[in-house]
């Protein structure tokens, strides 16, 4: 069965970092773009942060210079590294794969969520 686990997440104050992880299991991942989506209360979800399964990576413009994705394959984990953070970054952290042919959508699959609190 598909499961992604989001882990990592907590309080931290500002201008702080947290590591968030995201463990895969029940497909072959490495043919997956994945990453980071994140809600706080009232907004929309945004994307953080993504993956490609060749390395490509996209960032949203508030995270730029300060987040990073990455992936370990061979772990079947994606990572969220987040420094400098802000309490804007406050969220729910939802971890994301996707599998596209020709950019047309063929799997899309969600993590459960994990609370980042970024305060004082």
């Known amino acids: 069965q598909v499961q992604l686990v989001e882990s990592g997440g907590g309080l931290v104050q500002p201008g702080g970092s947290l590591r968030l992880s995201c463990a895969a299991s029940?497909?072959?991942?490495?043919?997956?773009?994945m990453g980071w989506y994140r809600q706080a209360p009232g907004k929309q979800r945004e994307l953080v942060g993504f993956?490609?399964?060749?390395?490509?990576?996209n960032y949203g413009d508030s995270v730029k210079g300060r987040f990073t994705v990455s992936r370990d394959n061979d772990k079947n984990t994606v990572y969220l590294q987040m420094n400098n953070l802000k309490p804007e970054d406050t969220a729910v952290y939802y971890c994301n794969a996707k599998k596209e042919f020709f950019q047309q959508l063929l799997n899309d699959f969600w993590g459960p969520g994990t609370q980042v609190t970024v305060s004082s």
């Open positions: 029940g497909r072959i991942w490495s043919l997956y773009g």
């Open positions: 993956i490609s399964s060749s390395g490509t990576t």
